[in-house]
């Protein structure tokens, strides 16, 4: 089926034009605006000039990506000329390392082929367990909160966090949870800001350059910990336990026979850490909000839950019978996807839309805005999960909605995260319904993933 969506006007000749977008003087291009207001920039951008848009970003040609068929050209029919070796990613990877966020190439495709076992449909019931009953001990948690509000950024972190140790790998996190999460939480925008503006220089000790090496050094301790640990329990039990940090190291390359070291090992732990709680804890961040603000959508899903719960857990063979319950989390990330834009760079020269792409560009595909295009999503602004009945998602192109990314590099956790939010929805409205604490301003912030800039503090309403 051919979907037609108005894009940026093109031309019979292509080697005579350069693409649409705004002219600076400025050494630094539009990096400071990018980083200032990612979303007001990148909205300005995409209604001034259109669905692909050349900005220059530092020393580097930038192109910004709304339209859905560009996203798929990129993501996949093309994704071999695309990687992920954009300067932008630097910052990341001085924290993160090497792991199966930042690699490229085989060695990308040989941690990816090492994991996915770990991600196999035949353990997903053992870990809907995990996740149902985690979720449960936090409600017995919440009960002794009475009218106070709670920080439920804060509370959906704890409980993702625990959530991916138990389920990666099989650890419990609870004496870690705050430290690891609070340490996310202050390191991301430091992070963020410093990808755009990588300067001064991280060893220049600058307000924000001394919390992203401490907090480094924070997790570092946390994880080597965990590692060291693992280590012992495999070499004295002679017998790995099935999670992924057992498999990870237990894994031999199959040419020298050698296993990880860990400082390898650490890289994709603390990618883990990150990307197996902190997508869920946004989805769900932002899905208490919604249905506070949404009584009728709230009331539907109250109906289906109960009515095929009839006030039991759910369980994994469950879920396919609670599909509202499914369609608000995807709505939800349509209007807040856990990545405002996927980056990406050119090998080679390219094309995309007609215009000519120069090697070395940095690639901004814009999920927030492409999830709200009007030529896409009707009425785009409203919060409506019925966009997401089969029969509607038929009707819109492949590459239009985007919250694990897509082609070959789509999350490798993106079903156990839909799980686990879905579990956790169905868990907790059981119980309560959460209402925002009145006044209190909502804003969207991209630090990495969509937060709220000010907090969402939020009462609980036993049912």
Not at 17 to 35: D, E, M, V
Not at 200 to 208: A, E
Not at 229 to 248: F, N, P, V
Request: neutral net charge; aromatic residues 10%; contains cysteine.
């Amino acid at each position: 089926m051919s979907h037609m969506i108005p894009t940026t006007p093109e031309t019979k000749s292509k080697d005579t034009r350069r693409s649409p977008g705004p002219r600076t003087l400025s050494p630094l291009g539009s990096a400071p605006a990018l980083a200032r207001d990612t979303e007001g920039f990148a909205f300005k951008m995409w209604q001034r000039y259109g669905d692909l848009v050349r900005i220059r970003f530092l020393l580097w040609p930038g192109y910004l990506l709304y339209h859905p068929d560009h996203v798929k050209y990129v993501l996949h029919d093309h994704h071999r000329n695309y990687d992920k070796q954009s300067p932008l990613l630097n910052s990341f990877r001085f924290f993160f390392g090497n792991g199966l966020f930042t690699n490229n190439g085989e060695s990308w495709l040989h941690q990816r082929r090492l994991m996915q076992p770990a991600f196999h449909h035949k353990r997903l019931a053992h870990f809907g367990t995990i996740m149902t009953d985690t979720t449960l001990a936090m409600l017995e948690h919440w009960q002794s909160a009475g009218s106070q509000p709670l920080d439920i950024p804060l509370e959906m972190t704890r409980l993702t966090l625990r959530i991916a140790g138990l389920t990666l790998f099989n650890l419990d996190l609870s004496n870690d949870a705050d430290l690891v999460g609070h340490t996310f939480s202050v390191i991301l925008p430091h992070l963020t800001k410093y990808s755009f503006l990588p300067f001064p220089p991280l060893w220049v000790p600058t307000p924000g350059n001394r919390r992203i090496i401490a907090g480094r050094e924070t997790l570092n301790q946390v994880v080597y910990d965990i590692i060291s640990q693992r280590r012992k329990h495999l070499t004295d039990s002679r017998m790995e336990t099935g999670d992924l940090l057992s498999m990870l190291l237990a894994a031999r390359d199959e040419e020298t026979g050698e296993g990880m070291n860990d400082q390898q090992v650490r890289d994709e732990v603390m990618t883990l850490l990150l990307a197996g709680h902190e997508t869920t804890s946004a989805a769900l961040t932002w899905i208490w909000y919604l249905l506070s603000e949404h009584p009728e959508v709230e009331q539907r899903l109250h109906e289906e839950v109960d009515r095929v719960l009839g006030g039991q857990p759910p369980t994994v063979d469950r879920l396919d019978d609670l599909p509202y319950t499914r369609r608000v989390i995807q709505e939800t990330m349509r209007l807040y996807p856990p990545a405002f834009f996927i980056i990406r760079h050119t090998k080679a020269d390219d094309e995309i839309g007609g215009y000519p792409v120069p090697a070395n560009s940095i690639i901004f595909l814009m999920a927030h805005q492409m999830h709200r295009h009007p030529a896409i999503w009707e009425e785009p602004e409203r919060f409506d999960p019925e966009r997401f009945t089969p029969e509607r998602s038929a009707s819109r192109p492949r590459f239009a909605y985007i919250p694990f990314g897509g082609g070959p590099r789509i999350c490798i956790g993106n079903s156990l995260a839909m799980m686990e939010a879905q579990l956790v929805l169905a868990t907790v409205v059981q119980q309560y319904s959460l209402r925002l604490v009145p006044g209190h301003p909502v804003e969207p912030q991209m630090v990495l993933t969509t937060r709220p800039r000010h907090g969402l503090p939020m009462t609980l309403h036993p049912r």
